[in-house]
């Protein structure tokens, strides 16, 4: 009788963790399966706080693909994110108009300090994205990944004075410690006192500050090589800015390793890292 009534206990567990278990990835918050616990609807940016956005759930199955459909590069930019750091489990902002994301850039159109140069490159800490202006008028921008807390990147006005298409971390490897960080499209603009250099470069973008103090964009090609993912890589925004700012055009052949150059673009760094409020911005929309 104990041993029947102990199995039928045991059953009934199991039943309650089974029917539960697909509610713990599809609570209106991070995932308490994920360690990292990811809400990028908190990440404080100042361009957003007037925009018409919603926290969105990420589940199982989900991807930007298939929920933003021709959209989903646009959303990614919105988030500072990449696909490969679209997971189950957390939260990223979503536009309700998406002609918002199609058009969004927290950087002024007309920089006036940036008149005075053929090109110039403006980094936003706090919004963390980077622009490219030509004789003060932006021409583009793009998202980035700025240094962490304790690792924050340089404030002030720098030069690019090298180049390497191939570079890799002499300091940093990748996640499962095979291999070098890549940091393809590397553009140095500072070294400090203890020689360290400071570069604009492929990384990840996991949505928020992260790296060691080096300016991270977008580069599906440099993922898909190094993890096999994603398998159709489309963004690559450090070429574009790497062609624009230190490319054949200005600077003559790249021979794809280290180069100095002179008379390269100026780097202005502004602001200080957004801050990641303790309690949600926005209340979570329900969603099938």
Partial sequence: MIRRLAVVVALIILAAIVVHEPNITAEPAASPLDPAKEDLSRVDYPSQRDLDWYPRFIRPNDTLESLFGDDWAHVARFN???????????????????????????????????????????????EQWIGAYERGTLKFSMPAATGKKGNETPTGLFRIDARDRTHTSSLYQTDDKSAQYPMDYAMRFFI??????????????????????????????????????????VLHDSKKLYDWAVGEADFGPDSGTLELIGNGPVVEVVGENPAYQPAPLRPMVATR
């Fill in 192 to 233: 400090d006192k203890q020689n360290v250099g400071y570069w604009i470069h492929a990384r990840d973008l996991p949505g928020k500050p992260a790296s060691h103090g080096c300016v991270g964009l977008f580069d599906e090609p440099m993922q898909n090589r190094m993890y096999g993912t994603p398998g159709r890589p």
């Fill in 80 to 126: 500072r994110i990449d696909r490969r750091h679209t997971y189950p489990g957390m939260t990223i902002k979503v536009p309700r108009d998406m002609e918002v994301a199609r058009t969004y850039s927290p950087l002024p159109k007309e920089h006036e300090p940036a008149r005075r140069y053929a090109k110039y490159i403006l980094i936003s800490l706090t």
